[in-house]
C-alpha cells in the first residue's frame, strides 16, 4: 500500500474513532474492507491513538484564536496526523509530512482547511 493511501486510511479509522467510540482494530477492520493491512498505517493510527494527549498539547501550543476543542474534527484529526509523523516519524521529511497533511485536508475538508492545516504545521517546524 503506498502511503498515500495507508494516510488516508489511517484519517478514515482515526476519525471513526473519535466519532463512534469503536476500538482501533474495528476502525482499521472497517476501513480496509477485506484489503490487507499495511506497517505504516498501522504505525500511524496506533501511533496518534497512543500519543494523543501529546499532540493535542503540541497543536495547541501552535494554534492562534483557537483551542485544541474547539477544531472541526477533520483538521484536529490531520493535525494529530502530522504533528505524530513530525515528532515520532525519522523516516518521514518534515515537508512530506506537511504536504500529505493539506492535501488530506483538500480533499476531507472545506476550502479553507488546507491553507489553515499548513498555518498550524508550519508553524510547528519553526
Not at 493491512?37 to 491513538?49: A, K, N, P, R, T
Not at 498539547?57 to 496526523?81: A, D, F, H, Y
Not at 515520532?88 to 497533511?101: H, L, M, Q, R, T
Amino acid at each position: 500500500m503506498k502511503r498515500r493511501l495507508a494516510r488516508e486510511k489511517a484519517f478514515q479509522a482515526l476519525f471513526q474513532i473519535d466519532i463512534h467510540e469503536v476500538n482501533i482494530g474495528e476502525s482499521l477492520e472497517h476501513v480496509l474492507d477485506e484489503e490487507a493491512s499495511d506497517e505504516f498505517l498501522e504505525q500511524l493510527v496506533h501511533g496518534v491513538y497512543e500519543h494523543k494527549d501529546q499532540l493535542d498539547q503540541m497543536i495547541s501550543g501552535n494554534l492562534e484564536n483557537w483551542t485544541i476543542q474547539r477544531l472541526p474534527l477533520v483538521e484536529k484529526t490531520l493535525l494529530r496526523m502530522a504533528a505524530y509523523e513530525l515528532e515520532y516519524s525519522e523516516d518521514v521529511p518534515e515537508e512530506v509530512a506537511i504536504n500529505e497533511a493539506v492535501e488530506l485536508a483538500k480533499v476531507f475538508g472545506d476550502e479553507k482547511s488546507g491553507s489553515f492545516v499548513n498555518a498550524v504545521l508550519s508553524k510547528m517546524t519553526k
